[in-house]
């Protein structure tokens, strides 16, 4: 089945430093990637959609300014958290979809941790 | 807006005993796919089952089936002989299977129900 890797898997940074993620795609090309966030015991949360060449779309909320999301080639998206602050420490997970299919494949995701 | 519906924050089951998660959605779309993912303490998603909402005949995969009822917007779970492995968060998915009119291919962005956290009791 189609992988989808991201790294690094934990991450601690200090507050006011930023901290870049990355999501991609093993063994398919990705047009479009997801990017959500997630706290314990709830559900996803989507971020933002970002499609390879293109700006990304943010969800309502979400700061575009402060989750910098980059989509260069059809395997990689990275997502940046500028100036962290502790209460941007969360589990974010990134998905992919495959060209022409309708299932999404899910990152392992990585723990974000701001002291 | 589309929004999915999950009610039961915690459900238990006995090992080996059948159990089922409940999901009910809002749509104005009549094509759509509905899924169910799980997500174990490693907390990587993974996808249980698929249902096209074109279908009619509701899917199954092994030991999970679904109970989709297109008229009602409820779409459940059940699990059978649970196993121990089995205990996970459940999230009911919805996603829409239009295409984005100025674009090539579809967000295919996925809305998720709150979901429901399974205990499995040896």
């Known amino acids: 089945g189609a992988v989808v890797s991201q790294h690094p898997s934990r991450v601690i940074c200090k507050s006011g430093t930023s901290v870049k993620i990355e999501c991609r795609s093993l063994d398919f090309q990705a047009t479009t990637m997801f990017w959500y966030r997630q706290f314990p015991k709830q559900s996803l949360m989507l971020m933002a959609t970002s499609n390879e060449g293109s700006k990304a779309t943010y969800e309502q909320g979400v700061e575009k300014d402060k989750f910098l999301i980059n989509h260069a080639s059809l395997t990689l998206s990275t997502l940046t958290v500028t100036s962290a602050h502790p209460e941007d420490s969360s589990f974010y997970i990134c998905?992919?979809?495959?060209?022409?299919?309708?299932?999404?494949?899910f990152g392992p995701g990585t723990r974000l941790t701001v002291t | 807006a589309q929004t999915v519906t999950q009610s039961q924050p915690e459900m238990s089951v006995q090992e080996a005993e059948t159990v089922t998660l409940s999901c009910t959605y809002d749509?104005?779309?009549?094509?759509?796919?509905l899924f169910w993912y799980k997500q174990p303490p490693s907390r990587q998603m993974i996808l249980v089952i698929r249902?096209?909402?074109?279908?009619?005949q509701n899917a199954t995969e092994n030991r999970f089936s679904v109970n989709f009822q297109k008229a009602a917007k409820s779409f459940s779970l059940k699990i059978s002989d649970s196993q121990l492995g089995d205990a996970a968060m459940y999230f009911c998915a919805y996603r829409s299977s239009k295409r984005r009119v100025y674009g090539s291919s579809n967000t295919g962005k996925l809305i998720f129900g709150q979901g429901t956290t399974l205990q499995v009791k040896p």
């Open positions: 249902q096209e909402a074109y279908k009619q």
């Open positions: 749509t104005s779309e009549s094509d759509y796919y």
């Open positions: 998905s992919a979809n495959g060209q022409g299919g309708y299932e999404q494949y």
